[in-house]
């Protein structure tokens, strides 16, 4: 059964930081990686897909790597703004199992 | 398209009772899913379906939960009889295959 961690729960940087979030899975054979942001009292809205056959994926400030043999993805978010204050939520998608989420606050 | 409907957005009822969430995916999407979120267990898939077809319930918490997808552009999740221990926000999203998933609002269910 697949299991996914997220460190950290939470974090809180000053802005303008870049940061890294972690998000680790147990079975390395995965079809895809998504990571997701959710805000307060809302639903979940995609950021980026990786595919199993892709190593990292851009938008913007975010960057997404994967790594398979090590059940290793990393978010990057260059330059963070109090915007990007949320819930950020990674999910492999054999099964959609959900990491529990990092809590990500950006202070002015 | 207005992205993944469900209704309602909120739902009281007491225990016992019977619970009904609906939603509309994006139009062309082939695949479904149910989910819910709550403090203790995070985010957790119940069923998803494939061209209106289940796959996979296994995250169907008992027998009280069932799940339909009588067309393309429906489905719903039924709790029959309620408890207080279903409160939850349960997510529906679709997606085309290997793709995004699209989240709709989520429904906040609270049982009495």
């Known amino acids: 059964k697949q299991e996914v961690t997220q460190i950290p729960a939470a974090l809180s940087v000053p802005e303008g930081e870049n940061l890294v979030l972690n998000c680790s899975f147990t079975?390395?054979?995965?079809?895809?990686l998504q990571w997701f942001r959710q805000d307060p009292g809302k639903g979940l809205t995609s950021l980026l897909l990786i595919q199993s056959s892709q190593r990292e994926q851009t938008s913007g400030r975010l960057n997404a790597s994967l790594d398979k043999s090590s059940g290793r993805s990393t978010l990057y978010i260059a330059a963070s703004q109090p915007g990007d204050s949320a819930t950020y939520l990674c999910?492999?998608?054999?099964?959609?199992?959900f990491g529990a989420g990092t809590r990500l606050t950006v202070k002015p | 398209d207005a992205g993944v409907i469900q209704s309602p957005r909120h739902e009281v009822t007491e225990m016992g009772q019977e619970v009904t969430l609906r939603c509309k995916p994006i139009s062309g999407h082939d695949y479904l899913f149910w989910y819910r979120q709550t403090m203790m267990r995070g985010l957790e898939l119940l069923i998803y379906?494939?061209?209106?077809?289940?796959?996979?319930d296994s995250g169907m918490p008992e027998d009280r939960f069932s799940a339909k997808m009588p067309n393309a552009s429906f489905s719903t999740l039924k709790i029959q009889p309620s408890e207080p221990r279903d409160s939850a926000v349960y997510f529906c999203a679709s997606s085309e295959p290997q793709e995004t998933q699209y989240f709709g609002p989520g429904t906040r269910l609270l049982v009495l």
């Open positions: 999910a492999v998608d054999n099964d959609m199992r």
């Open positions: 379906f494939n061209n209106n077809v289940p796959i996979d």
């Open positions: 079975d390395s054979a995965i079809y895809n």
